[in-house]
Nanobody, 123 residues
Framework: VQLVESGGGLVQAGGSLRLSCAAS????????MGWFRQAPGKEREFVAA????????YYADFLKGRFTISRDSAWNTVYLQMNSLEPEDTAVYYC????WGDGSSAAGDYEFWGQGTQVTVSS
């Protein structure tokens, strides 16, 4: 199983980025997918998750509607559209796959993880 994130980078506050996570080696529609992030000196935290069907989405409360998670089964890819970025969003963003749950916010529920992509938001 391989999860490969892309789309990170440096952006000014108020800007947008779209992260992608390409999955291979698994039956994509059998897995719920999630995004987590980890800032320097902080623990990994939940950002967003999407159910196997894509019909249900879940978000961390602190996002205040700025991010949107989606998935495309034709491309085995999950996306995270991030708008109105703030310096506090600076972190390494990870995607993860969960075979048993359907949109968990608990990192321990996810079996597979990508290597992460760096997002840096300048003020």
């Amino acid at each position: 199983v391989q999860l490969v994130e892309s789309g990170g980078g440096l952006v000014q506050a108020g800007g947008s980025l779209r992260l992608s996570c390409a999955a291979s080696g698994l039956t994509f529609h059998h897995y719920a997918m999630g995004w987590f992030r980890q800032a320097p000196g902080k623990e990994r935290e939940f950002v967003a998750a999407i159910s196997r069907s894509g019909l249900r989405t879940y978000y961390a409360d602190f996002l205040k509607g700025r991010f949107t998670i989606s998935r495309d089964s034709a491309w085995n890819t999950v996306y995270l559209q991030m708008n109105s970025l703030e310096p506090e969003d600076t972190a390494v963003y990870y995607c993860a796959a969960d075979a048993w749950g359907d949109g968990s916010s608990a990192a321990g529920d996810y079996e597979f993880w990508g290597q992460g992509t760096q997002v840096t938001v300048s003020s």
